[in-house]
């Protein structure tokens, strides 16, 4: 059956600090590996990873995929407290599936 | 903001009885998906449709069903409520296929009584 684990479950930060939370899995016909944020409401869209050992980035925020290890990490480094949030992992898988993780909780304290 | 609209924002009803959800994904997404959220679970994936045609089921119980119109807005209909069906109700959509993310509307919460 077809999953992701995301660890760790939950993580208290101060400011300033880097933080990686991991995403591993096990699916049949993988196709790609997603992050979202979810703050209050709806997850928003942070990366696509497709391709193994390519690192993606936007701004304080980086992720990379080991196809053959089947895992991801998502790096935050100089965290702020606007990045408090649950960090979701998703992976698809043939034409129609997203089958998302149960997130990380994130608490970055000032 | 997504470009996905979902309404209500909240639903507060009694067991027993019948809701619908309606969604309109962002313009020019074919594919619509919902999702199930509830208390510190994940994204729990119910169905997709894709331009109209049902494609995917997940763990969508039989009392809920759901449709794509031909403008491409969907709708959740749940019925014979439980309480155990409060939950975020979450619609996504994408372009098509799994070649692009899944963008999210801000969710209907529903609370049953």
């Known amino acids: 059956e077809d999953k992701v684990v995301q660890s760790p479950l939950s993580l208290v930060v101060h400011e300033g600090d880097t933080v990686t939370l991991n995403c591993s899995y096990e699916?049949?016909?993988?196709?790609?590996l997603l992050w979202y944020k979810q703050e209050k409401k709806a997850p928003t869209f942070l990366f696509m990873l497709t391709s193994s050992g390519i690192e993606k980035k936007s701004g304080r925020l980086s992720s990379i995929l080991d196809k053959k290890e089947l895992f991801s990490i998502l790096n935050i480094t100089a965290t702020q407290t606007g990045d408090s949030a649950v960090y979701l992992c998703a992976f698809t898988s043939g034409t129609y599936k997203y089958i998302f993780g149960t997130g990380t909780r994130l608490k970055v304290l000032a | 903001d997504s470009g996905v609209t979902q309404t209500p924002k909240h639903l507060i009803t009694a067991t027993g009885q019948r809701v619908t959800l309606r969604c309109s994904p962002r313009?020019?997404?074919?594919?619509v998906y919902w999702y199930q959220q509830s208390l510190d679970q994940g994204l729990q994936f119910l169905i997709q449709?894709?331009?109209?045609?049902?494609?995917a089921k997940g763990n969508i119980l039989e009392r809920f069903s759901a449709q794509q119109f031909p403008d491409l807005h969907s709708e959740l209909n749940l019925s014979s409520l439980e309480l155990g069906d409060s939950a975020l109700y979450f619609c996504?959509?994408?372009?098509?296929?799994?070649?692009?993310?899944?963008?999210f509307g801000n969710g209907t919460r529903l609370t049953v009584t």
């Open positions: 449709y894709y331009n109209g045609e049902e494609r």
């Open positions: 313009s020019g997404d074919l594919s």
């Open positions: 996504a959509s994408s372009v098509w296929g799994t070649n692009s993310p899944l963008h």
């Open positions: 699916v049949t016909n993988f196709r790609s």
